[in-house]
């Protein structure tokens, strides 16, 4: 059975006004299909527009021209409010600066989007001890982010991406500031979700993480998609 298209793009576009004169065209003209339960890795060099790409897909900001569509909602039509529910329902976020709660501890900061969900106590506390146990951060739980790693704090942030039982996950350059044997622990539990039929989407300029996890790898150059690869074969 063929998976579903779960995001498509219609000729977007994405302009910056520098001012009354100039603007930057960040995006020039994307048509995109993306499957449920693929693992999509978006490489380009810095500047090349696959930062932008990832928050129009994802509902962050909106574009100039064209449409972004998740299933049959087209995220243009959405109210602000409805993106910010669509986003905090539908989709997690892993960045490369881990965006953490100094003063949190790493359940509490697990925790959050669950509040923002008014999801009650008992279920929080199901959500949150699975998603840490999935990445292996049972027993760090009551830690602060100073009294963890690097990829400690970076395993927290996945946690927080998928202890809403998101669709999609995105991921913004989620190992530029790991090291190489902590990468690998990351990129294989992204490689768990998409296993689990999630869709990942991970915009990166490292091209050899892609290659080896991704099932295709789109090129983007000055806003443009210059090249697509399907790197592995469905399984049959």
Same mark, same amino acid.
């Given at each position: 059975?063929?998976?579903?298209?779960?995001?498509?793009?219609?000729?977007?576009?994405?302009?910056?006004?520098?001012?009354?004169?100039?603007?930057? %065209?960040?995006?020039?003209?994307?048509?995109?299909?993306?499957?449920?339960?693929?693992?999509?890795?978006?490489?380009?060099?810095?500047? %090349?527009? &696959?930062?932008?790409?990832?928050?129009?897909?994802?509902?962050?900001?909106?574009?100039?021209?064209?449409?972004?569509?998740?299933?049959?909602?087209?995220?243009?039509?959405? %109210?602000? &409010?409805?993106?910010?529910?669509?986003?905090?329902?539908?989709?997690?976020?892993?960045?490369?600066?881990?965006?953490?709660? +100094?003063?949190?501890?790493?359940?509490?900061?697990?925790?959050?989007?669950?509040?923002?969900?008014?999801?009650?106590?008992?279920?929080?506390?199901?959500?949150?001890?699975?998603?840490?146990?999935?990445?292996?951060?049972? &027993?760090?739980?009551?830690?602060?982010?100073?009294?963890?790693?690097?990829?400690?704090?970076?395993?927290?942030?996945?946690?927080?991406?998928?202890?809403?039982?998101?669709?999609?996950?995105?991921?913004?350059?989620?190992?530029?500031?790991?090291?190489?044997?902590?990468?690998?622990?990351?990129?294989?539990?992204?490689? &768990?979700?998409?296993?689990?039929? +999630?869709?990942?989407?991970?915009?990166?300029?490292?091209?050899?993480?892609?290659?080896?996890?991704?099932?295709?790898?789109?090129?983007?150059?000055?806003?443009?998609?210059?090249?697509?690869?399907?790197?592995?074969?469905?399984?049959?």
């Amino acid at each position: 059975m063929e998976n579903k298209i779960i995001i498509r793009t219609e000729n977007l576009h994405k302009d910056f006004i520098l001012n009354k004169e100039s603007k930057v %065209s960040a995006i020039g003209g994307i048509d995109l299909n993306i499957e449920q339960g693929e693992f999509v890795a978006i490489v380009g060099r810095s500047g %090349s527009g &696959k930062s932008t790409l990832m928050q129009l897909l994802s509902g962050i900001i909106l574009p100039t021209q064209g449409d972004v569509y998740y299933r049959n909602t087209n995220l243009n039509k959405l %109210s602000n &409010k409805e993106r910010a529910a669509f986003r905090n329902k539908e989709i997690g976020f892993v960045f490369q600066s881990f965006f953490v709660e +100094k003063n949190l501890t790493a359940y509490e900061n697990v925790e959050i989007p669950l509040l923002i969900q008014d999801i009650d106590k008992k279920e929080r506390e199901r959500r949150i001890e699975l998603a840490l146990s999935q990445v292996g951060l049972s &027993k760090r739980k009551d830690h602060k982010p100073r009294e963890m790693s690097g990829g400690e704090i970076q395993r927290v942030c996945i946690a927080r991406a998928m202890v809403t039982d998101p669709e999609v996950i995105f991921a913004d350059e989620p190992t530029g500031q790991l090291d190489f044997a902590t990468s690998e622990i990351i990129m294989e539990l992204f490689t &768990k979700m998409k296993n689990e039929n +999630k869709t990942v989407i991970m915009v990166t300029h490292n091209e050899t993480d892609a290659r080896k996890y991704a099932d295709r790898l789109i090129r983007i150059q000055d806003g443009k998609i210059t090249s697509e690869e399907k790197l592995k074969d469905e399984q049959a």
